[in-house]
């Protein structure tokens, strides 16, 4: 389990078992080992405790997988379970450019936001794999910045045969999805600042719902209708 506090004005994050993650408000940030492997380590660091590190210096960060389109990066949004790194690696394979996996960046401006691409491994369960015909890590990247926003989707599997169907999003119901998935290193100090970034997002960037058959053999029919809002 992770644990995220403040110690003689540093931030810690930490991870039984594997490691201690400390950082200030800007420079490096110092590992202390707790017995873990390098790899698991840099992992760890890459899924976990990265986003909550940029988020703690001031960038938010949005439990997200994305990709691109003419227009910008798409957002695909949701919980561990919804589907955000299959649905990214399936429009990565009709061409659209990944952007990031599990962990976006965000940047709100008065009259835009814009991605921070963090350093990403795209990770897929076995069968999402097989399905797709890729490894079980289909892509990696370093990160990166600049593409504007063009929208959020936020994901919702279903177990019914209805086909995939999206719709929009008022902002009201957009924020109170979108702040369960934000990452957040300290609540207590950092509320406010929140809040206020959510709200400048539902405000600036159009946001969506994908409601969609989670069976992998209809994995098509949803990237078909994604492919859709995304546009040329």
Known sequence: MLHGFRAAGAGWITIPGVAAFGFADAGPVTVISDGASPQEIEDTWVRSALPLVV?????????????????????????STAGKSTLAAA????????????????????????????????????????????PGIAAEGPGGGGLPLAAIVLLEPHDEDDAPEI???DAVEAFGALMPQAY???????KSYLVEAYLAVVRLVPVWRLSYPQEIGRLGETADALEELLGP
Request: net charge positive.
């Open 55 to 79: 988020q703690a210096r001031g960038t938010q960060v949005l439990h997200a997988s994305a990709v691109a389109c003419a227009r910008g990066a798409v957002a695909l949004c949701g919980i």
């Open 91 to 134: 429009l990565m394979l009709r061409g659209h450019p990944l952007v990031a996996d599990d962990a976006l960046g965000l940047t709100v401006a008065e009259s835009n936001v814009r991605v921070l691409s963090l350093p990403f491994r795209l990770r897929l369960r076995p069968r999402s794999a097989r399905a797709l015909g890729l």
């Open 167 to 169: 719709e929009p999003v």
């Open 184 to 190: 957040c290193f300290c609540l207590e100090e950092g």
